[in-house]
């Protein structure tokens, strides 16, 4: 992990060298101007695009009328420029080998597109091929499993434990992204492969509707003992009742989030544009912006883009 975008080292060199500027008493506003924008950086680490096809995206049933159409990079642009929105991760949302090249596409024709979190068959036997052949498709990052989908126990065969052991061998992330009541597998996957980079989805998926939060809190402060584990704040409005925001249920959720991962292991999100089966994104924005106002101006720097900079090695 490790690194940074060159569009993000650009504004900090300019920055770099207009306080040099500034030191001889010149031109002391653009280095207000270029700190605002600094301040600004927000990275959605959760985005997903599709063209909607009724067979292939079944798990789209027909009472989220919301997301049951085509949602693609120009419609994304949208809330990129409304919510100062510097870039995003476009992650997998089909299990097939030509979502991955989709994405991939999708953002060689879009630079906000910093990086893409693909799908790949972690139980092939022509597994290595195809990371070695990944190997020059720099933007992928990482990849990830609908495990939700799997029964208990998927992550933890043999074939898929040494297939994830082999993204880590190329360099790449995987996101967990499991439900509260299958977080115990996430534990044993992570004690497994302690080396491995993991980001827990959508704060683990804990089910606001019950509110019954002792098992996933249980299994929440296991997975922060691991420093290789972030954890993504994303998704939450779809948790609860969608029609209408639990904030105090969402900030119990991120009190105990932050309190066992820490500033520097919680990764902004959204889940566009599933979480519009919840909310809208500006909601989302303001929602998420009022809880990290308690946190010093670096720390809510390293929240909404720093810690995805590191993580996904943008």
């Not at 599933?274 to 670096?298: A, C, D, H, P, T």
Request: proline share 2%.
């Amino acid at each position: 992990m490790g690194g940074i975008d060159v569009e993000i080292s650009a504004t900090v060199a300019q920055f770099e060298a207009w306080r040099k500027v500034a030191v001889d008493g010149q031109d002391i506003f653009i280095i207000n101007f270029i700190s605002e924008k600094i301040d600004k950086m927000i990275i959605d680490s959760h985005v997903h695009f599709w063209k909607f096809d009724p067979n292939r995206d079944s798990w789209i049933t027909k009472d989220m009328t919301a997301i049951r159409k085509d949602f693609l990079p120009e419609d994304f642009s949208l809330y990129l420029r409304e919510n100062n929105i510097n870039g995003c991760i476009a992650v997998q949302a089909d299990q097939s080998d030509e979502e991955t090249a989709f994405l991939v596409n999708l953002a060689k024709e879009n630079t906000f597109i910093k990086g893409i979190v693909g799908w790949i068959d972690l139980t092939s036997d022509k597994l290595e091929e195809s990371l070695q052949n990944y190997q020059s498709e720099k933007l992928i990052k990482g990849f990830r499993h609908i495990a939700e989908g799997e029964e208990m126990g998927f992550l933890l065969q043999k074939k898929v434990l040494n297939g994830i052991a082999a993204l880590h061998e190329y360099g790449y992330t995987f996101d967990i992204l499991l439900r509260q009541d299958q977080l115990s597998d996430a534990v044993k996957l992570s004690e497994k492969l302690p080396d491995q980079p993991f980001i827990l989805d959508h704060c683990g998926k804990p089910d606001l509707k019950i509110n019954d939060f002792k098992n996933w809190k249980s299994n929440i402060s296991e997975l922060a003992q691991n420093p290789n584990i972030y954890c993504k704040i994303s998704g939450l409005l779809t948790q609860g009742n969608w029609n209408m925001i639990d904030e105090k249920a969402i900030f119990d959720v991120l009190d105990f989030v932050f309190s066992q991962f820490g500033i520097r292991r919680v990764v902004f999100g959204s889940d566009w544009p599933v979480m519009l089966l919840g909310g809208n994104y500006r909601s989302w924005i303001e929602l998420i912006s009022e809880y990290v106002s308690q946190f010093s101006k670096e720390e809510q720097e390293f929240f909404f883009s720093g810690n995805a900079v590191e993580f996904y090695n943008l």
